[in-house]
């Protein structure tokens, strides 16, 4: 199954009411052209949720590892931001993210200046 695409949202000094997308369990991906993407994700579950940031680097034939990144229940949490030499995966501008869980988590990409 392919992933599914979310949209970045812009951060300004104007404020933002982000919109969230529900995760799923293709995966999501986003566009990263310039390394200034910060993800908010929520976990609303009563149980830990882990969320992998899939790294896209290989130096030499050994590919960095995964982030990892475990949400408490009942918590949001901020990730980035996403460096674009590290996370894009290869050849592209997209930033994979997966999660062990999808019910009851929901997730933004925000752009910031």
């Given at each position: ?35 200034k ?10 149980t ?52 062990s ?13």
């Amino acid at each position: 199954m392919a992933r599914v695409s979310i949209a970045r949202q812009q951060v300004s000094d104007a404020g933002l009411v982000p919109a969230y997308s529900p995760a799923v369990e293709e995966g999501h991906s986003v566009e990263n052209s310039k390394g200034k993407v910060i993800l908010h994700v929520c976990n609303t579950n009563e149980t830990e949720v882990t969320v992998t940031i899939r790294s896209g680097y290989t130096m030499g034939g050994l590919k960095l590892q995964d982030r990892q990144v475990v949400i408490p229940p009942a918590t949001c949490v901020f990730i980035g931001p996403l460096d674009q030499q590290v996370y894009n995966q290869p050849g592209t501008s997209q930033v994979w993210i997966d999660y062990s869980a999808t019910d009851g988590v929901d997730v933004a990409a925000l752009l910031i200046p």
